[in-house]
């Protein structure tokens, strides 16, 4: 059984820099042929997709945010991390850290809970 949990601050100040981590159990995020990716939906809107880390190492990001956006990640914890810079009240949104099937087509697998975060001063 594959698990996902996000973990972070709730709360992150205008300008400043956010970062959350998945923690994965179940699965290796090294393991062929997934992904590691995360979303986010702010309050009453849709899903936005922000960007994915491969088993590979290699990593893709939505052009809105890759001038401010990087995902890395630490195989001995199993761990992937999503920093967003320069964050501003229209980065509030629940997060989440998803697991996608890369090969032989490409769609998500499961879910972390998400994780909340507020943006404000």
């Known amino acids: 059984q594959v698990q996902l949990q996000e973990s972070g601050p709730g709360l992150v100040r205008p300008s400043q820099t956010l970062s959350l981590t998945c923690t994965v159990t179940g699965d290796s995020i090294t393991t062929n042929y997934y992904g590691w990716s995360w979303i986010r939906q702010p309050p009453a809107k849709g899903l936005e997709w922000m960007g994915i880390?491969?088993?590979?190492?290699?990593?893709s990001l939505a052009p809105s945010l890759k001038s401010r956006t990087s995902i890395s990640r630490d195989t001995s914890k199993n761990q992937f991390t999503l920093q967003l810079n320069s964050v501003t009240p229209e980065d509030t949104a629940k997060y989440y850290c998803i697991r996608v099937r890369i090969f032989p087509s490409i769609g998500p697998t499961d879910w972390g809970q998400g994780t909340q975060v507020t943006v404000s001063s």
């Open positions: 880390m491969t088993y590979s190492g290699i990593t």
